[in-house]
């Protein structure tokens, strides 16, 4: 079993930052692939960027280059450094790990989320 706990969501204005904490624990062998997604009120959750144990990157359109995905394989923690927020960023951000990025999204390992709130 794995189990995933984010911290650090809140409310901040637009353009502000925020980042977010993920910490992995339990059986994590076959662990290879943390990332995060998102779902806002109403809409379905989407995938944001996730990083590969070695460290290899990938990003939605929406957040590249906003957007900043890291890990520390020692703590077993995965960080998400968001820049310049918009008030479309608004969500609920969910941490998730699985073996491989392509299964990321049906992982049966997920955080219990954490409410991010950007105001214009």
């Known amino acids: 079993q794995v189990h995933l706990v984010e911290s650090g969501g809140g409310l901040v204005q637009s353009g502000g930052s925020l980042r977010l904490s993920c910490a992995a624990s339990g059986i994590l062998n076959s662990i290879n692939v943390m990332g995060w997604y998102r779902q806002a009120p109403g809409k379905q959750r989407e995938w944001v960027a996730h990083i590969s144990r070695n460290g290899v990157t990938n990003y939605a359109t929406s957040v590249k280059g906003r957007f900043t995905i890291s890990r520390d394989n020692a703590k077993n923690t995965v960080y998400l450094q968001m820049n310049s927020l918009k008030p479309e960023d608004t969500a609920v951000y969910y941490c998730?790990?699985?073996?491989?990025?392509?299964?990321?999204?049906?992982?049966?390992?997920w955080g219990q989320g954490t409410q991010v709130t950007v105001s214009s």
């Open positions: 998730v790990a699985d073996r491989h990025w392509a299964t990321l999204g049906s992982s049966d390992y």
